[in-house]
């Protein structure tokens, strides 16, 4: 299925942002660029710049306004490297909004992400098609099917809430639903600028 607009026509075309190099950021901008090149992100499977020095994927966005940036990607390394959810958990809550979302850029740096936490072929192909099969293990089980609810309904049942504090407790539910809009936030701010 092709992305489509709200119009329902295809979404493609050029990118809307152009690539922010270092040599044009203003003070702020440049503070923010260097928080995200050399922060814990740039240790991971996948490259945050390019080759012309302008960041990859959300992280040329966040440069428009720094303060918010900063503040976003904050949050995102705070659900990247300061959660009790496991690794292999993260990415698939990670994934499960990248298959929601139809986000590409999501899917192939999160894919390389789960790799490297133990993830197989077989379980990154199950979770781009949204099938809990390949996880058998209750907890990862339970962070799929709360992702799942989360990412396409924005809500849990009163059901699935307490199958999701019993598996998991409060504070991972709480972890999810903070992931979950934040990677749903870079997926919208990805579409809108076509990157």
Known sequence: MSPRDPA???RVGKPRLPR???????DDQRALYEAIAGG??????????GEDGALEGPFNAMLLQPALGAA???????????TGLTARAREIAVLTVARVWDSAFERHAHEAV????????????????????????PY???VLSIATALASRSDLTDHEYAE?????GR???FELTTLVGYYATLALQLRVFRV
């Open 140 to 142: 990862e089980r339970m």
């Open 171 to 173: 504070p991972i539910v």
């Open 72 to 82: 976003l990607q904050g949050l995102g390394a705070a659900v990247r490297y300061r």
């Open 40 to 49: 814990p992100r740039a240790s991971g499977p996948f490259p945050l710049v």
């Open 8 to 10: 329902g026509e295809q």
């Open 114 to 137: 789960g790799r490297a936490a133990g993830m197989s072929d077989a379980e990154l192909a199950a979770l781009r098609e949204g099938d809990p099969s390949a996880f058998p293990d």
């Open 20 to 26: 922010m190099r270092p040599s044009s950021l203003s």
């Open 164 to 168: 999701a504090v019993g598996v998991l």
